[in-house]
């Protein structure tokens, strides 16, 4: 099973590793559009990346950040993104095992797997990246099928991603995980604040499991093993109540 989280926006910076190698990223066949994103972006002007980053002048490293994506250094993908969800995945004691099943989902690079190299970069799925002729197309354009193809393999994918990143590139058959409180009269409300966290732990739960999951159901039950309570509520959706 692969597990695919949601990035952030919130990154570590430096690293101890040399400069990317999008030739020894995974997901090989996304790789055309990872060198036009790449190259689109050095090529803006930091002035105007702050406009269409949607950041501010605090931020301006952060648009720096993006015109030295092919020589600034690069650490783990899931060192990198840093944050609520990954705070409670806590990748850093996790077993190689339990890492190979994970990976992030990217408006920069499609999807990632946990240990591919990459540098700090700043850029949202909802960012309009304007193209060499001036116009801004879409991530979910400039991605095309090409995420929704590199996901499609024979084993379970479990899509925590946020709608947006779902958005770039959506997978068909792969269980989502939707979060739920109870409140104190008996009705559940869709949890937002707190979202991030409980989809951390439950793909660490997920990942450590010594067993695969094959279905919803499966999953379902790994995270109950753990003391979850999760529901389905079909063949590839599954609640989280917390």
Same mark, same amino acid.
């Given at each position: 099973?692969?597990?695919?989280?949601?990035?952030?926006?919130?990154?570590?910076?430096?690293?101890?590793?040399?400069?990317?190698?999008?030739?020894?990223?995974?997901?090989?066949?996304?790789?055309?559009?990872?060198?036009?994103?790449?190259?689109?972006?050095?090529? %803006? !002007?930091?002035? #105007?990346?702050?406009?269409?980053?949607?950041?501010?002048?605090?931020?301006? /490293?952060?648009? +720096? *950040?993006?015109t030295q994506l092919r020589t600034s250094p690069t650490m783990p993908a899931i060192h990198r993104y840093t944050g609520v969800l990954f705070d409670a995945l806590d990748a850093h004691t996790l077993p190689p095992s339990a890492s190979a099943r994970l990976a992030v989902g990217s408006a920069l690079f499609g999807v990632v797997h946990a240990d591919d190299l990459i540098p700090h970069y700043r850029l949202s799925g909802g960012?309009? %990246? !304007?193209?060499? #002729?001036?116009?801004?197309?879409?991530?979910?354009?400039?991605?095309?099928? /090409?995420?929704? +193809? *590199?996901?499609?393999?024979?084993?379970?994918?479990?899509?925590?991603?946020?709608?947006?990143?779902?958005?770039?590139?959506?997978?068909?058959?792969?269980?989502?995980?939707?979060?739920?409180?109870?409140?104190?009269?008996?009705?559940?409300?869709?949890?937002?604040?707190?979202?991030?966290?409980?989809?951390?732990?439950?793909?660490?739960?997920?990942?450590?499991?010594?067993?695969?999951?094959?279905?919803?159901? #499966?999953?379902?039950?790994?995270?109950?093993?753990?003391?979850?309570?999760?529901?389905?509520?079909? *063949?590839?959706?599954?609640?989280?109540?917390?």
């Amino acid at each position: 099973m692969l597990i695919v989280l949601p990035p952030s926006e919130a990154k570590a910076h430096g690293g101890s590793h040399g400069p990317i190698d999008l030739g020894s990223l995974a997901f090989p066949t996304l790789n055309p559009v990872r060198e036009q994103i790449i190259a689109d972006l050095e090529a %803006l !002007p930091v002035d #105007d990346a702050l406009g269409v980053l949607g950041i501010s002048e605090k931020l301006r /490293a952060e648009a +720096e *950040a993006n015109t030295q994506l092919r020589t600034s250094p690069t650490m783990p993908a899931i060192h990198r993104y840093t944050g609520v969800l990954f705070d409670a995945l806590d990748a850093h004691t996790l077993p190689p095992s339990a890492s190979a099943r994970l990976a992030v989902g990217s408006a920069l690079f499609g999807v990632v797997h946990a240990d591919d190299l990459i540098p700090h970069y700043r850029l949202s799925g909802g960012t309009k %990246l !304007p193209l060499a #002729d001036g116009t801004r197309p879409t991530m979910k354009a400039r991605w095309g099928n /090409a995420i929704t +193809e *590199a996901l499609s393999h024979d084993g379970l994918v479990i899509d925590l991603r946020s709608g947006t990143y779902q958005q770039l590139g959506k997978v068909p058959g792969a269980v989502t995980v939707r979060v739920e409180s109870v409140l104190a009269d008996g009705s559940r409300k869709v949890v937002s604040h707190f979202n991030k966290q409980y989809k951390g732990e439950l793909a660490r739960v997920l990942a450590l499991s010594p067993g695969e999951a094959a279905t919803a159901g #499966d999953v379902a039950d790994i995270a109950r093993g753990a003391g979850m309570t999760i529901e389905q509520t079909s *063949a590839t959706a599954l609640t989280l109540v917390v």
